[in-house]
C-alpha cells in the first residue's frame, strides 16, 4: 500500500519560514519523481515545485528564490523549506510521487500565512 504524510505544516506570519516533509511508504521512492503541489481555498490545484529521480528541480515562478525542493532516498522523504512566505502562498499543500502514469498523492497539509 503506497502512503504519503505529509508534515510540518502551520500557521507562521508573513517572512517566516516553514519546513514541509513527506515521508513515503510502498514505493520504489528513488525511481519516482517527487514534489509538492498546493491548493488555496476556491483555486485549482497548482504545481510548486518537483524534484526528478536525478535531483532536477523545477519551481513555479511564484516560489523562486523563496523555496526548495530537495529528497533523501536514502529515508524516502521530500522535503520543501519555504522561506519569505507570504499571505498568497496560504493553502493546502500536497505531496506527490510519480512514476510513468502513475501519481500517488498525500493527503495534504495546511500552511496558513498571516499579514
Known amino acids: 500500500q503506497v502512503q504519503l504524510v505529509e508534515s510540518g505544516g502551520g500557521s507562521v506570519q508573513a517572512g517566516g519560514s516553514l519546513r514541509l516533509s513527506c515521508a513515503a511508504s510502498?514505493?520504489?521512492?528513488?525511481?519516482?519523481?517527487m514534489g509538492w503541489y498546493r491548493q488555496a481555498l476556491g483555486e485549482p490545484r497548482e504545481l510548486v515545485a518537483t524534484?526528478?529521480?536525478?535531483?532536477?528541480?523545477d519551481y513555479a515562478d511564484s516560489v523562486k528564490g523563496r523555496f526548495t525542493i530537495s529528497r533523501d532516498n536514502a529515508k524516502n522523504t521530500v522535503s520543501l523549506q519555504m522561506n519569505s512566505l507570504k499571505p498568497e502562498d496560504t493553502a493546502v499543500y500536497y505531496c506527490y510521487a510519480k512514476k510513468m502514469w502513475r501519481t500517488y498523492w498525500g493527503q495534504g497539509t495546511q500552511v496558513t500565512i498571516s499579514s
Open positions: 510502498g514505493i520504489t521512492f528513488s525511481g519516482n519523481t
Open positions: 524534484i526528478t529521480s536525478v535531483g532536477s528541480t
